[in-house]
């Protein structure tokens, strides 16, 4: 079982976390996403939602709205501030699961 894990930065280092199983398919389809986010970071790299002209190096990569709306599922969301950078994108293969309480 694939899961992954997202950190993201809503404020200034204000980091919030989501881990979420996601399967090969998923992940298939979003490593464009990935892959933009990963070499525009010095920039942030991630916007709220698909229509926010403020990013439009998205289309410029081919990314469909699909691939971000996907992306989307698994990035963190609420908080008192939007997330403006994704910090850290980690797959974790989850071989057991303990459940404490």
């Not at 599922?73 to 994108?89: K, Q, R």
Request: aromatic fraction near 10%; hydrophobic fraction near 40%.
């Amino acid at each position: 079982m694939k899961h992954i894990l997202v950190k993201a930065d809503m404020n200034d280092a204000d980091y919030t976390e989501h881990l979420s199983q996601i399967t090969d398919e998923q992940l298939e389809i979003i490593m464009p996403v990935i892959d933009a986010i990963k070499e525009y970071k010095k920039i942030h790299g991630w916007r709220s939602n698909w229509d926010d002209e403020s990013w439009p190096w998205y289309e410029e990569r081919g990314i469909t709205e699909e691939q971000f709306d996907i992306m989307s599922d698994f990035v963190p969301g609420g908080g008192d501030y939007p997330i403006h950078a994704i910090e850290s994108i980690t797959i974790l293969e989850v071989t057991e699961v303990t459940c404490l309480f």
